[in-house]
T-cell receptor
Framework: KAGVTQTPRYLIKTRGQQVTLSCSPI?????VSWYQQTPGQGLQFLFE???????NKGNFPGRFSGRQFSNSRSEMNVSTLELGDSALYLC???????????????FGEGSRLTVL | LAKTTQPISMDSYEGQEVNITCSHN???????ITWYQQFPSQGPRFIIQ???TKVTNEVASLFIPADRKSSTLSLPRVSLSDTAVYYC??????????FGTGTRLKVLA
């Protein structure tokens, strides 16, 4: 069974640009969540999607957005990039059939974004 | 604001038992605690999950005291390959997506 796939793995952007990251979850998983990981702030939750609907959102500015498609694949977008957006962006999928049941998160290897 | 804290780092020798504690001040009775392991350049990987007292699987044990203000991941007889960063994740209510600060475990030969 294929794992969670994130693309691209590495990318370099300059301040003011925007970026779109993609995540393909494990087949059958309908929940996809996104995280930002930096040395200073650790793993921080961005948002979660379930059946194309944003179910939960972390404490990030509106420049960070996401969506989920009918096949459960998800994208996240960061507009007007800032230097501080340099980070590893991780995507995780889970069965999470009901919101109260946490289930196991299966993570991808991440997309490492560098903003110059 | 909910906060989940862990020791920044720990050192251990091969063959020893390692206990990593996570502090989460106020989780509900039915909230789960999950632990993840992360190697460099990889995403976190599930280790164990539970919501009460003690849970054991083939690689670790999870202890949750009655007051539920903390939980402990126990790794029996660690090896060099257990060198990694370990994160706890209380799940439910206020804590739903707040990962712990992470503990960098270094296993020495």
């Amino acid at each position: 069974k294929a794992g969670v796939t994130q693309t691209p793995r590495y990318l370099i952007k300059t301040r003011g640009q925007q970026v779109t990251l993609s995540c393909s979850p494990i087949s059958g998983h309908r929940s996809v969540s996104w995280y930002q990981q930096t040395p200073g702030q650790g793993l921080q939750f961005l948002f979660e999607y379930f059946s194309e609907t944003q179910r939960n959102k972390g404490n990030f500015p509106g420049r960070f957005s996401g969506r989920q498609f009918s096949n459960s694949r998800s994208e996240m977008n960061v507009s007007t990039l800032e230097l501080g957006d340099s980070a590893l962006y991780l995507c995780a999928s889970s069965l999470a059939l009901v919101q109260a049941s946490p289930g196991e998160l299966f993570f991808g290897e991440g997309s490492r974004l560098t903003v110059l | 604001l909910a906060k989940t804290t862990q020791p920044i780092s720990m050192d251990s020798y091969e063959g020893q038992e390692v206990n990593i504690t996570c502090s989460h001040n106020n989780i509900a009775t039915n909230d789960y605690i999950t632990w993840y392991q992360q190697f460099p350049s990889q995403g976190p990987r599930f280790i164990i999950q539970g919501y009460k007292t003690k849970v054991t699987n083939e690689v670790a044990s999870l202890f949750i005291p009655a007051d539920r203000k903390s939980s402990t991941l126990s790794l029996p007889r660690v090896s060099l390959s257990d060198t990694a960063v370990y994160y706890c994740l209380p799940q439910g209510g206020t804590y739903k997506y707040i990962f712990g600060t992470g503990t960098r475990l270094k296993v020495l030969a």
